[in-house]
């Protein structure tokens, strides 16, 4: 049985750095099938995909995000982690992994893989404040 | 604009027909599968239908997808009290090159 697991720190200061670890256990992070995805809802709030890696650590990002965010994968410890800079109170959310199914999509009018929303595999989530 | 669109809210009584649409484009819903999820306050997100229509393994039968065009559709048939709960459709987006959510439903069953 797959399961994911979010690690990091519960508060953050406004302008720091927010990161987090997702441990994978019960199946390997390198296949060829899947993304990693990172997934957060602030309070009140829907869900919002924050970008996605590749077990050979291609990424993309939500554009709204995506001068912020970082994404790395570490094979070796079954662990993909984010790293969001800069971050203020509207960062404020409970923090998701999951794994997300591969597709071929349209990319720049070329067909490309990523991953296609359809995450089977959720952590438990993270909930990381920002504030002073 | 790339968005999906949901009605904030839906409601219906036990037993009735419950039905939540998701409203997309070219660029997402109308190129791409649909995938719903189930959230619970407090808790992790479910998949609750992929590929459209497709259910995984341990989600009820009364819990069906459909896509046409550029807008999808999840109906629960035969609504009950613990279904009360919000509904997200996610799906590709060419234009953004990424995942996109829809705000989410609200069902209430009363």
Known sequence: QLQLQESGPGLVKPSETLSLTCTVSGGSIINNDYYWGWIRQPPGKGLEWIGSIYYSGFTYYNASLKSRVTLSVDTSKNQFSLQLTSVTAADTAVYYCARDTRIIVTVAASPEPRGSGHFHHWGQGTRVTVSS | ?110
């Open chain 2, 1 to 110: 604009q790339s968005v999906l669109t949901q009605p904030p809210s839906a409601s219906g009584t036990p037993g009735q027909r419950g039905t939540i649409s998701c409203s997309g484009s070219s660029s997402n819903i109308g190129s791409y599968p649909v995938n719903w999820y189930q959230l619970f306050p407090g808790t992790a997100p479910k998949l609750l239908i992929y590929s459209n229509s497709q259910r995984p393994s341990g989600v009820p039968d009364r819990f069906s997808g459909s896509k046409s065009g550029t807008s999808a559709s999840l109906v629960i048939s035969g609504l009950q009290s613990e279904d009360e709960a919000e509904y997200y459709c996610a799906a590709w987006d060419d234009s953004l090159d990424g995942v996109l959510f829809g705000g989410g439903t609200k069902l209430t069953v009363l």
